[in-house]
C-alpha cells in the first residue's frame, strides 16, 4: 500500500535562515509524482512544487528546492532565506495513476514557524 | 482563471443533525475529490469522481455519508446524521485528468469548516 510519512509534526527557523522538511513514501509504483503542498492559515492548499520520478534532476522553484532520492524513497523540501509568509502547514503528497484516474495521499503535514 | 469555489465556509450544527456542502470545480476538471481533515492531520480522501462516477469512496463512512456530481460539474456532500467526530474541514480539489495527460495538479478550495456541537 502507498503510504507517506512526515516525521517532523513541527518545525522553527529563523526568517532568512534555510529550513529542511522531510518526507518518505512507500510504493511499488515505477511512475508516479510528489508534490509538496503549503496550507496557511486561510486554509487553501496551494502547490509549492512537484516532481516527475522519472525525472532524475532535483525540481526547484525559486527558494524552494527538492531532494529526491528515489532509491531511498525520501522527498525533502528546502526552503532557503525563509520568509515570514512562509509560515504555514506543509503537507507531502504522493500521486499515481490507476486505470487513468489520479490518485492522491498526504502526509500528516508539518508546521512550520517562521521566528523574526 | 477561477479557483475551486467552495460553501459554506463554516459550519455549526448539533449531532444528528444533517449538512451538506457544496463544491464547484475548475472548469472543465474531470475529476472532483472530496477530503476530511481532521485537526493535526493531513487531508484524508473521502470520494473520487470522474466526470460523475464515482471511482473511490472506499473511505466514505457509507452510513452517513453521501455525495453526489451531478452532470459531471458541482457536487454536494452530505453528512446525515452527523457525528461529534465529524468536526473536521471539508476539501473540495479538482484535477484536469484525460487520456493523454495524467498526474496532474489537484487544486484546492477553501474548505468548509464544520463544528458539530
Known amino acids: 500500500a502507498q503510504t507517506v510519512t512526515q516525521s517532523q509534526p513541527e518545525m522553527s527557523v529563523q526568517e532568512a535562515e534555510t529550513v529542511t522538511l522531510s518526507c518518505t513514501y512507500d510504493t511499488s509504483e515505477s511512475d508516479y509524482y510528489l508534490f509538496w503542498y503549503k496550507q496557511p492559515p486561510s486554509r487553501q492548499m496551494i502547490l509549492v512544487i512537484r516532481q516527475e520520478a522519472y525525472k532524475q534532476q532535483n525540481a526547484t522553484e525559486n527558494r524552494f528546492s527538492v531532494n529526491f532520492q528515489k532509491a531511498a524513497k525520501s522527498f525533502s523540501l528546502k526552503i532557503s532565506d525563509s520568509q515570514l509568509g512562509d509560515a504555514a502547514m506543509y503537507f507531502c503528497a504522493y500521486s499515481w495513476s490507476m486505470n487513468r484516474d489520479d490518485k492522491i495521499i498526504f502526509g500528516k503535514g508539518t508546521r512550520l514557524h517562521i521566528l523574526p | 482563471e477561477a479557483g475551486v469555489a467552495q460553501s459554506p465556509r463554516y459550519k455549526i450544527i448539533e449531532k444528528r443533525q444533517s449538512v451538506a456542502f457544496w463544491c464547484n470545480p475548475i472548469s472543465g476538471h474531470a475529476t472532483l475529490y472530496w477530503y476530511q481533515q481532521i485537526l493535526g492531520q493531513g487531508p484524508k480522501l473521502l470520494i473520487q469522481?470522474?466526470?460523475?462516477?464515482?471511482?473511490?469512496d472506499s473511505q466514505l463512512p457509507k452510513d452517513r455519508f453521501s455525495a453526489e456530481r451531478l452532470k459531471g460539474v458541482d457536487s454536494t456532500l452530505k453528512i446525515q446524521p452527523a457525528k461529534l467526530e465529524d468536526s473536521a474541514v471539508y476539501l473540495c480539489a479538482s484535477s484536469l485528468v484525460a487520456p493523454t495527460v495524467q498526474n496532474t495538479e489537484a487544486f484546492f478550495g477553501q474548505g468548509t469548516r464544520l463544528t458539530v456541537v
Open positions: 469522481f470522474q466526470n460523475n462516477g464515482v471511482v473511490d
